[in-house]
């Protein structure tokens, strides 16, 4: 019995050795087997990636900028205010890097509509308007001028440069300046939900009677831009000249208000801009059934709605001065965009 045991543990010993030989040449060839598959996979991987970045490599050559590093212990500027208590950034000169931001919206191939309304006599404007935004303007971008007027045989030809288009949008006039102001906001909505959201990706609404004397451009885009007004950016609210009257839509307490925002300039994406707009103009129907004008008329429900739809970008007076009038202080270190001397009365109601 026990010879019986030991041979047939024997015979069972040697056939576990031959199981474990076989089993470990198994093992072996298994990771034979994926240590071929994984060089397989990396060699051609590694081809398949350096031919893609290679090509990526030609557009990151481009536009690859080299600036200086910021420093966060270091502010931009110190003489201003340059972030709003709701973490907009106000824009001054000296808070942007123009080479990083044309990059970017370059990269995003952005299209930027600007609106300008030449009504009756306002047309004679229009003419430097276009010449000194070609200078100024969105240099470099794609951009469309939406020219509203009543008068579309007068409006000049200027050479626009390349990706630069104008387009002519015939309206009819009022015969009070201020009908022609309020309505702008009614055209602006109208025409953004039927033909700005299909064509560009900002728009910016802006007075005519003003020429851009220096750079203007993309660092003031953002989803809703306002400018400080170059009156009251130093003031308290209490000096702010907001519709005080509660009996109008555009009415503010005495007790609130952020800044003062300028009629003249604002914009940011065509939804927004057309939000505002829209809530502009059906608030000054509702006055306008109720008998009461607003004070400064669409500049006093503008300055509303920014009250309770915070900008998400704040424009600082560089964005809308009066040289004439204000002189050129020196926190103002450029005058971007800037009144044109005129006679008002001579020209608003004719």
């Not at 024997?10 to 240590?35: F, N, W």
């Not at 420093?71 to 106000?90: C, E, M, Q």
């Not at 000049?156 to 309505?183: C, E, F, I």
Request: glycine share 6%; aromatic share 12%.
């Amino acid at each position: 019995m026990l010879s019986w045991w030991a041979a047939r543990a024997g015979a069972s010993a040697g056939g576990a050795m031959t199981e474990l030989c076989l089993g470990r040449q198994r093992y072996y060839l298994l990771h034979l087997g994926i240590l071929l598959t994984v060089l397989v996979l990396v060699f051609f991987g590694y081809g398949f990636l350096s031919q893609g970045s290679e090509e990526l490599g030609d557009s990151e050559a481009v536009s690859r900028i080299s600036h200086a590093q910021p420093n966060v212990l270091t502010p931009s500027r110190k003489d201003v205010l340059v972030l709003t208590p709701w973490l907009a950034p106000i824009i001054w000169e000296g808070t942007f890097n123009i080479d990083i931001l044309n990059e970017q919206f370059r990269l995003q191939n952005t299209t930027i509509g600007l609106t300008v309304f030449a009504i009756k006599k306002y047309v004679v404007f229009l003419k430097l308007f276009l010449e000194t935004a070609e200078q100024h303007f969105m240099v470099g971008h794609k951009v469309i001028y939406y020219v509203f007027t009543d008068r579309p045989a007068e409006v000049p030809q200027v050479p626009l440069g390349a990706g630069r288009k104008l387009v002519v949008l015939t309206v009819r006039n009022y015969s009070r300046w201020q009908d022609v102001s309020m309505h702008r906001m009614e055209m602006i909505s109208h025409f953004s939900e039927r033909r700005f959201l299909q064509e560009v990706d900002y728009l910016v609404c802006a007075d005519v009677d003003m020429k851009f004397q220096d750079h203007v451009g993309v660092e003031i885009l953002s989803a809703l831009f306002g400018t400080l007004h170059p009156g009251f950016y130093r003031s308290s609210r209490e000096a702010f000249t907001y519709e005080r009257r509660p009996k109008s839509r555009a009415y503010i307490p005495w007790d609130e208000g952020d800044f003062y925002y300028m009629g003249a300039f604002f914009g940011g994406s065509v939804v927004e801009v057309h939000h505002l707009t829209k809530a502009c103009h059906q608030a000054m129907v509702e006055d306008k059934a109720n008998g009461i004008e607003a004070v400064w008329h669409d500049e006093s429900h503008l300055n509303k709605y920014l009250l309770y739809h915070k900008p998400t970008k704040v424009l600082s007076p560089e964005y809308m001065w009066d040289q004439e009038l204000l002189g050129w202080p020196s926190v103002m270190k450029k005058l971007r965009y800037v009144a044109v001397p005129k006679n008002h009365q001579a020209i608003r109601n004719r």
